[in-house]
């Protein structure tokens, strides 16, 4: 009996000693969801955050009356971003919770100042997910893009998301891209950008419950150099163009507008094929082959797709088309920003690695001078519903 | 010497408890009657039901019937021996030649079994046990005439376990009858009834049911042993007997099977098992027991075999919820609310927001009362049964959450895991997920995720590791048995069972010949 009873002591006593008793109950934590991170006076970071307020976001029936905000900001300064954390804490009833962080913001003026000496704090936390979309806020600081409210979506930073994944962008794992970009020889970080828009285009924004309410926009993407300091901007369109190029472009939509038609085609099937050749003189040469496949959404002509013949040419126009613009953007890229957002470097690096070794300390400088030939391969696998046009009479088919 | 006093002590208590042996009456039935009628009315005094009916037919020795009221069938004693005896007297000119007890004994055999016995205390274990016994002047053999007749419960349907498709006949309190179910269903003179009696007082009669040629004789052998062990004053259910037989005893999950359901029993007596009925209980026990045979219902093999493999799968994921789902639940919101997606742990913290308890707390208080209320249902009668479940659902559904003092999720989470284990099909294999579910969502509580690893590693280690009747508890999934797989998590078509299970079954055996798939060159149609 004694025997039992000092075996269920020993068994009960590591309930006691253990250094187990992390548990957190749900509501002695504040939900974190989005982190803004902006430059502070002295060389200080600015961290703001955007919280959940869990009795606003009830859904149970009834409630009625005015839509209550489900978030609030909260900002603080420190040093870096632990000491800006213990400082938002002395205004923050409940403990920071940021295991369901989904989104980075970045202040424009802070990716330019470089965030090389800022980022350790979210890989060390063992509770901060990796799993997090990143942007920078064109023109403004974080703290003000955190505190946008959607109308959709509740907490509102969960919009970006959204926005980002439906363009075809990286999604939630930009956070890890960043990082994978920023410790790799060949490829230079690329961050999206958001900037403040309304919902009705080119008017003034109400407020937030008006039918005109404050949005965010995907508005691009920023250009980093080795340093991790942002460099410069491509826009939305080019930002496509450089996913396609790197292969993670989900859907793409193409339309080209001639004097007497225009045509639309959503590619739904992209893929991209980088062939690098590396010349005696040590010219280096890339042929990028973009593949594409889709359906086709629109066309405004006489055209009559559905005869073999002028679906190959309709198909050689979207080619054509496609690639003028994707090579204007690759050369951009190189000519004015010289970086490698692209990872063609690391191409060089998988396909000849002993070739890679000696170019990769002056990557940078040899990016610029390399040759890149785009070349589009593109195919209508979906008409529609119909030939030509229904809007065009009998004599304008050209069958 | 401290320890030495206490086995003296223990020793003499041993002797106070034993009962009183009954060995003062073995001796022989004297030859005169008036003597045997005092030691049996010495033995049966004070019992209210006994009774001494003698029969004087002028000339005739004097003849005593001895019974006990209402365990034997009187009118058919009137009318097979009273009457004969007292209207027609004994057929004349015979007296001389025979007995008047082979005369009653030919007489009596027509419509019941008899026996003569010579010993006062066999006479007595005779009427005991519904015969009755009949001591004639001058002789020193007495008969027994079976005369059993009391009163029983009819044939119901069995209550514990209900199908929509299969017979509807459930085992009785009386094991004649149980025993005629089980012959009605194999009409075979293997199948075999060993009866066995036990307990001092209650001499209940036990009956060893197997097929010849199916049963292992290993295993039947360990039976007869650990029944044969048993000593006890009373068995007044099956589980008495369990409780001695089992092969770990102080393991929540059952190692015998039990059942109310002739076919249950008939279904593995065919696959090589030993049923244990026993007297004046419904529930018949089957041995070896393994964990599937608790996750299968009798319907399984009473529907068509695509419905029934869809059913199990099914009822493997409620077994896992009904033991895991609370303490996933409570790890998660309270460790790792990282892991939860986002949308729903908004969902959670606004309905947990503000809840006065850690969620911990919450679903003991849950699963306490959700335990409180099934056992509440159980035990009440049936008219006031329902006012329970309303008081359940209102106060402890719905009030609660509006007061505050539980969040919904929580009472989801509950109600879902309740459910969840009312899905085993066994009832005792769900009663031991019950009991381990509590243990997880201790552990859970306090160690999280780790927690539930510990326990689901401890639990795995417990459930290989238990036997019964030498009869690993997870065959044939571990140790794995490939032959029997196709009928644990899946259910194969008849045709494709071709054996039993091989530890009960044993190898070279079949159920059911090969080639058996109907198919259209064999029929089916006409040409």
């Given at each position: 009996?004694?025997?039992?009873?000092?075996?269920?002591?020993?068994?009960?006593?590591?309930?006691?000693?253990?250094?187990?008793?992390?548990?957190?109950?749900?509501?002695?934590?504040?939900?974190w969801i989005g982190s803004g991170w902006d430059?502070?006076?002295?060389?200080?970071?600015?961290?703001s955050g955007q919280?959940?307020?869990?009795?606003?976001?009830?859904?149970?029936?009834?409630?009625?009356?005015?839509?209550?905000?489900?978030f609030?900001?909260?900002?603080?300064?420190?040093?870096?971003?632990?000491?800006?954390?213990?400082?938002?804490?002395?205004?923050?009833?409940?403990?920071?919770?940021s295991g369901q962080r989904r989104v980075i913001i970045f202040g424009e003026q802070f990716a330019r100042?470089g965030l090389k000496?800022q980022l350790?704090?979210s890989q060390?936390?063992?509770?901060v997910s990796l799993r997090s979309d990143v942007f920078v806020i064109k023109g403004s600081t974080a703290k003000k893009a955190l505190s946008v409210s959607n109308p959709l979506e509740k907490p509102p930073i969960a919009a970006t998301l959204g926005e980002h994944k439906i363009s075809g962008g990286r999604g939630n794992t930009a956070y890890l891209s960043l990082l994978m970009a920023a410790t790799s020889d060949g490829l230079r970080p690329s961050i999206p950008v958001l900037e403040f828009s309304s919902s009705?285009d080119?008017?003034?924004?109400?407020?937030?419950?008006?039918?005109?309410p404050p949005l965010l926009r995907l508005a691009g993407v920023a250009i980093f150099d080795k340093n991790l300091k942002m460099q410069g901007l491509l826009n939305m369109e080019e930002n496509r163009h450089m996913l396609w190029v790197m292969g993670i472009l989900q859907n793409l939509t193409i339309s080209f507008?001639?004097?007497?038609?225009?045509?639309s085609l959503t590619l739904n099937k992209l893929s991209s094929k980088i062939?690098?050749?590396?010349?005696?003189?040590?010219?280096?040469?890339f042929?990028v082959t973009l593949k594409g496949e889709g359906s086709?959404k629109e066309?405004?002509?006489?055209?009559?797709?559905?005869?073999?013949?002028?679906?190959?040419?309709?198909?050689?126009?979207f080619e054509?088309i496609s690639q003028k613009q994707v090579q204007q953007t690759v050369t951009k890229v190189q000519?004015k920003y010289g970086l490698d957002i692209f990872g063609l470097g690391e191409v060089?690096h998988r396909?000849?690695?002993?070739?890679?070794?000696?170019?990769?300390?002056?990557?940078?400088?040899?990016f610029?001078?390399?040759?890149i030939?785009v070349k589009t391969d593109i195919k209508?696998k979906e008409?529609?519903?119909?030939?030509?046009?229904?809007?065009?009479?009998?004599?304008?088919?050209?069958? | 010497?401290?320890?030495?006093?206490?086995?003296?002590?223990?020793?003499?208590?041993?002797?106070?408890?034993?009962?009183?042996?009954?060995?003062?009456?073995?001796?022989?039935?004297?030859?005169?009657?008036?003597?045997?009628?005092?030691?049996?009315?010495?033995?049966?005094?004070?019992?209210?039901?006994?009774?001494?009916?003698?029969?004087?037919?002028?000339?005739?020795?004097?003849?005593?019937?001895?019974?006990?009221?209402?365990?034997?069938?009187?009118?058919?004693?009137?009318?097979?021996?009273?009457?004969?005896?007292?209207?027609?007297?004994?057929?004349?000119?015979?007296?001389?030649?025979?007995?008047?007890?082979?005369?009653?004994?030919?007489?009596?055999?027509?419509?019941?079994?008899?026996?003569?016995?010579?010993?006062?205390?066999?006479?007595?274990?005779?009427?005991?046990?519904?015969?009755?016994?009949?001591?004639?002047?001058?002789?020193?053999?007495?008969?027994?005439?079976?005369?059993?007749?009391?009163?029983?419960?009819?044939?119901?349907?069995?209550?514990?376990?209900?199908?929509?498709?299969?017979?509807?006949?459930?085992?009785?309190?009386?094991?004649?009858?149980?025993?005629?179910?089980?012959?009605?269903?194999?009409?075979?003179?293997?199948?075999?009834?060993?009866?066995?009696?036990?307990?001092?007082?209650?001499?209940?009669?036990?009956?060893?049911?197997?097929?010849?040629?199916?049963?292992?004789?290993?295993?039947?052998?360990?039976?007869?042993?650990?029944?044969?062990?048993?000593?006890?004053?009373?068995?007044?259910?099956?589980?008495?007997?369990?409780?001695?037989?089992?092969?770990?005893?102080?393991?929540?999950?059952?190692?015998?099977?039990?059942?109310?359901?002739?076919?249950?029993?008939?279904?593995?007596?065919?696959?090589?098992?030993?049923?244990?009925?026993?007297?004046?209980?419904?529930?018949?026990?089957?041995?070896?027991?393994?964990?599937?045979?608790?996750?299968?219902?009798?319907?399984?093999?009473?529907?068509?075999?695509?419905?029934?493999?869809?059913?199990?799968?099914?009822?493997?994921?409620?077994?896992?919820?009904?033991?895991?789902?609370?303490?996933?639940?409570?790890?998660?919101?309270?460790?790792?609310?990282k892991?939860?997606p986002t949308k729903?742990?908004i969902?959670?913290?606004?309905?947990?927001?503000?809840?006065?308890?850690?969620?911990?707390?919450?679903?003991?208080?849950?699963?306490?009362?959700?335990?409180?209320?099934?056992?509440?249902?159980?035990?009440?009668?049936?008219?006031?049964?329902?006012?329970?479940?309303?008081?359940?659902?209102?106060?402890?559904?719905?009030?609660?959450?509006?007061?505050?003092?539980?969040?919904?999720?929580?009472?989801?989470?509950?109600?879902?895991?309740?459910?969840?284990?009312?899905?085993?099909?066994?009832?005792?294999?769900?009663?031991?997920?019950?009991?381990?579910?509590?243990?997880?969502?201790?552990?859970?509580?306090?160690?999280?995720?780790?927690?539930?690893?510990?326990?689901?590693?401890?639990?795995?280690?417990?459930?290989?590791?238990?036997?019964?009747?030498?009869?690993?508890?997870?065959?044939?999934?571990?140790?794995?048995?490939?032959?029997?797989?196709?009928?644990?998590?899946?259910?194969?078509?008849?045709?494709?069972?071709?054996?039993?299970?091989?530890?009960?079954?044993?190898?070279?055996?079949?159920?059911?010949?090969?080639?058996?798939?109907?198919?259209?060159?064999?029929?089916?149609?006409?040409?």
């Amino acid at each position: 009996m004694r025997k039992i009873i000092l075996r269920l002591g020993l068994c009960l006593s590591v309930l006691f000693i253990s250094g187990c008793w992390d548990r957190k109950e749900l509501n002695e934590q504040a939900l974190w969801i989005g982190s803004g991170w902006d430059v502070a006076k002295n060389d200080g970071v600015e961290l703001s955050g955007q919280i959940v307020i869990p009795s606003n976001i009830q859904t149970q029936g009834g409630g009625g009356g005015l839509m209550q905000k489900g978030f609030f900001t909260i900002s603080a300064k420190g040093k870096n971003l632990s000491d800006a954390l213990q400082n938002i804490q002395t205004k923050l009833s409940r403990e920071a919770f940021s295991g369901q962080r989904r989104v980075i913001i970045f202040g424009e003026q802070f990716a330019r100042r470089g965030l090389k000496r800022q980022l350790d704090n979210s890989q060390r936390r063992a509770d901060v997910s990796l799993r997090s979309d990143v942007f920078v806020i064109k023109g403004s600081t974080a703290k003000k893009a955190l505190s946008v409210s959607n109308p959709l979506e509740k907490p509102p930073i969960a919009a970006t998301l959204g926005e980002h994944k439906i363009s075809g962008g990286r999604g939630n794992t930009a956070y890890l891209s960043l990082l994978m970009a920023a410790t790799s020889d060949g490829l230079r970080p690329s961050i999206p950008v958001l900037e403040f828009s309304s919902s009705l285009d080119g008017e003034k924004k109400g407020n937030e419950n008006s039918a005109n309410p404050p949005l965010l926009r995907l508005a691009g993407v920023a250009i980093f150099d080795k340093n991790l300091k942002m460099q410069g901007l491509l826009n939305m369109e080019e930002n496509r163009h450089m996913l396609w190029v790197m292969g993670i472009l989900q859907n793409l939509t193409i339309s080209f507008k001639k004097k007497d038609m225009n045509a639309s085609l959503t590619l739904n099937k992209l893929s991209s094929k980088i062939e690098p050749h590396i010349s005696k003189n040590q010219q280096i040469t890339f042929t990028v082959t973009l593949k594409g496949e889709g359906s086709l959404k629109e066309n405004n002509s006489g055209l009559d797709v559905q005869s073999p013949n002028n679906l190959k040419r309709l198909e050689k126009e979207f080619e054509k088309i496609s690639q003028k613009q994707v090579q204007q953007t690759v050369t951009k890229v190189q000519k004015k920003y010289g970086l490698d957002i692209f990872g063609l470097g690391e191409v060089i690096h998988r396909k000849k690695p002993n070739q890679w070794k000696s170019l990769k300390y002056d990557w940078d400088k040899r990016f610029p001078e390399a040759d890149i030939i785009v070349k589009t391969d593109i195919k209508i696998k979906e008409l529609g519903m119909d030939g030509p046009s229904l809007l065009f009479k009998e004599s304008e088919i050209k069958k | 010497m401290v320890r030495f006093r206490k086995r003296i002590k223990l020793h003499d208590l041993k002797k106070v408890t034993s009962l009183p042996s009954e060995e003062e009456n073995i001796e022989p039935i004297s030859s005169d009657l008036s003597k045997n009628e005092q030691i049996l009315k010495d033995l049966f005094q004070n019992c209210f039901d006994f009774v001494i009916r003698p029969i004087n037919i002028t000339g005739k020795p004097k003849i005593l019937l001895i019974y006990l009221e209402g365990l034997i069938d009187t009118k058919t004693l009137e009318n097979v021996l009273l009457k004969p005896m007292l209207f027609e007297g004994l057929p004349s000119g015979l007296g001389e030649i025979r007995t008047i007890g082979q005369v009653i004994e030919e007489q009596l055999i027509a419509v019941t079994p008899i026996k003569t016995v010579s010993q006062i205390k066999e006479l007595v274990n005779g009427v005991l046990k519904a015969d009755v016994g009949i001591l004639i002047e001058g002789q020193t053999d007495a008969l027994l005439a079976s005369l059993a007749g009391f009163e029983k419960r009819d044939v119901e349907e069995p209550t514990s376990e209900i199908t929509i498709r299969g017979p509807r006949d459930g085992f009785t309190e009386s094991i004649g009858t149980n025993t005629t179910l089980l012959r009605r269903r194999i009409r075979s003179t293997r199948l075999k009834f060993e009866p066995l009696s036990l307990g001092e007082l209650s001499q209940t009669d036990v009956v060893i049911a197997y097929i010849e040629g199916i049963a292992l004789d290993s295993l039947l052998e360990e039976v007869r042993k650990r029944l044969g062990r048993i000593q006890i004053d009373a068995i007044l259910e099956s589980e008495y007997i369990e409780e001695f037989i089992e092969d770990v005893p102080h393991s929540p999950f059952p190692q015998i099977q039990n059942t109310e359901r002739p076919d249950i029993v008939t279904a593995n007596l065919l696959e090589g098992k030993v049923a244990i009925i026993v007297d004046n209980t419904p529930f018949a026990l089957l041995v070896p027991m393994t964990f599937w045979d608790g996750m299968q219902a009798v319907e399984d093999y009473y529907e068509r075999h695509i419905y029934t493999s869809f059913i199990r799968m099914i009822r493997y994921v409620l077994f896992n919820m009904a033991l895991y789902l609370p303490s996933i639940y409570v790890a998660l919101t309270t460790y790792h609310p990282k892991l939860i997606p986002t949308k729903l742990l908004i969902s959670i913290a606004a309905a947990r927001e503000g809840v006065p308890f850690p969620t911990i707390v919450e679903a003991l208080l849950m699963e306490f009362v959700f335990e409180g209320l099934r056992e509440a249902g159980i035990r009440l009668p049936k008219a006031v049964g329902s006012a329970v479940s309303i008081v359940g659902a209102l106060v402890v559904g719905q009030a609660a959450v509006q007061a505050g003092i539980v969040s919904a999720p929580t009472v989801i989470v509950v109600a879902t895991t309740g459910i969840a284990s009312f899905s085993i099909p066994r009832y005792n294999l769900g009663t031991a997920l019950r009991l381990t579910r509590f243990a997880m969502l201790i552990l859970a509580g306090i160690f999280g995720f780790y927690g539930i690893t510990l326990g689901f590693i401890t639990l795995t280690i417990h459930l290989v590791n238990l036997r019964s009747f030498g009869v690993p508890y997870f065959t044939p999934v571990a140790p794995q048995i490939p032959r029997d797989l196709k009928d644990v998590l899946v259910r194969s078509p008849r045709w494709a069972l071709q054996t039993g299970p091989m530890f009960t079954f044993g190898k070279d055996k079949q159920r059911v010949p090969p080639g058996q798939k109907p198919d259209p060159q064999k029929g089916g149609r006409d040409d």
